[in-house]
């Protein structure tokens, strides 16, 4: 069975990670201060009235990777390119999406940008798009109370106050989640039993390619079967006897669709191909290394208890003597600390090497 999704979306300071936190139920910090697993914590799971599912957050925006040559201001109307690409994200991943404004602040340019966003979303994929609440945080006081009227003009129907410090208000809004979220997605029927590898990580790191070359060998029932993933269709195939469905998250991020600086947000795909899946597959680029986002993923799949093996690819690339792979091995052990019992392998998705 998949997990539900519902995405926090909206621009910095409104209390995304607050709200995130009181909704998990517990406080989680923006980094996990669990030994040897330091990361930015971006899904926890809720229960709400005997329902699970999974929050996402989006998370704040770093000012520090847009490329601006004057100071950045504290408006957000600085940050639209990154919020635009996590609410594209968001409308087209998750289930539900919770869009946070700030009643302090009251409506903002990028508060209409996402709405806009959303709106399109809910017309042009019908069915398919997600439930989409408005919820107004910091209406913690009588005066703020009073300005909701002017969340109306967000065309995103009835805002919900909420206090993401407090607590107020949010049991009304998961009930009102709870109507609108379908029922928990089954996994899809196959014609028989098969192991399912999810090839996730970054974009440009080869997953696509490695998706290529297992399939480019002489394989038996090599067919497409329909993904539970929007836009995704998963691959069959059989080795050695045993049926395999690769799962590709190849589309984490298309090349110039998503701002610098928003890449962790992609976690939103690879989250729906880790629940899908048996066993993952982490590929890392190997001529760039662990990066953040690599250990965003990979704890990801650890807190969902699904195997994992560690792929480095584009190790043709490498400039190699005797002692590299040893090294590059301790590196990425040291980045992945909390991952040092899981198999690293070094290969090519190119060559075919390993």
Request: proline fraction near 6%; charged fraction near 25%; charge should be negative.
């Amino acid at each position: 069975m998949t997990k539900l999704m519902v995405a926090l979306v909206g621009r910095p300071n409104v209390g995304k990670s607050s709200l995130f936190n009181r909704l998990a139920g517990e406080r989680l910090a923006v980094v996990d201060a669990r030994p040897g697993t330091t990361r930015d914590r971006l899904v926890a799971e809720a229960h709400w009235s005997g329902r699970t599912f999974d929050i996402v957050d989006t998370g704040g925006i770093d000012p520090s990777t847009l490329q601006r040559q004057e100071p950045l201001s504290l408006d957000s109307a600085d940050y639209i390119p990154q919020i635009r690409a996590q609410a594209e994200l968001a409308a087209s991943e998750a289930d539900a999406v919770i869009f946070l404004v700030d009643a302090e602040a009251g409506v903002t340019p990028a508060d209409q940008e996402v709405a806009d966003i959303l709106r399109r979303a809910q017309r042009n994929q019908g069915e398919g798009a997600p439930a989409l609440l408005l919820a107004v945080n910091k209406a913690d006081n009588a005066e703020r109370r009073t300005r909701l009227s002017e969340f109306y003009e967000l065309g995103m129907g009835d805002p919900f106050p909420v206090s993401a410090l407090h607590g107020s208000g949010t049991g009304d809004l998961l009930d009102r989640l709870l109507e609108l979220l379908p029922p928990a997605a089954e996994a899809p029927a196959e014609e028989e039993p098969s192991l399912r590898l999810a090839i996730v990580g970054r974009p440009n790191v080869g997953k696509s390619s490695l998706l290529n070359r297992l399939l480019g060998e002489e394989r038996v029932l090599v067919s497409p079967i329909p993904g539970t993933t929007r836009d995704a269709v998963d691959t069959r195939l059989t080795y050695h006897g045993l049926p395999v469905t690769l799962i590709d998250t190849a589309g984490i991020r298309r090349r110039g669709r998503i701002e610098v600086g928003v890449e962790k947000y992609s976690v939103l795909r690879a989250v729906r191909a880790i629940e899908r899946s048996e066993v993952v597959l982490l590929v890392i680029d190997a001529t760039e290394g662990v990066r953040a986002q690599d250990t965003h993923i990979a704890g990801i799949a650890l807190e969902k208890r699904k195997s994992i093996i560690i792929v480095i690819n584009k190790w043709d690339a490498v400039p190699k003597d005797t002692h590299t792979q040893p090294a590059y091995a301790e590196h990425v052990r040291q980045q992945l600390n909390f991952l040092d019992y899981v198999p690293a392998l070094f290969v090519s998705a190119k060559t075919g090497q390993r």
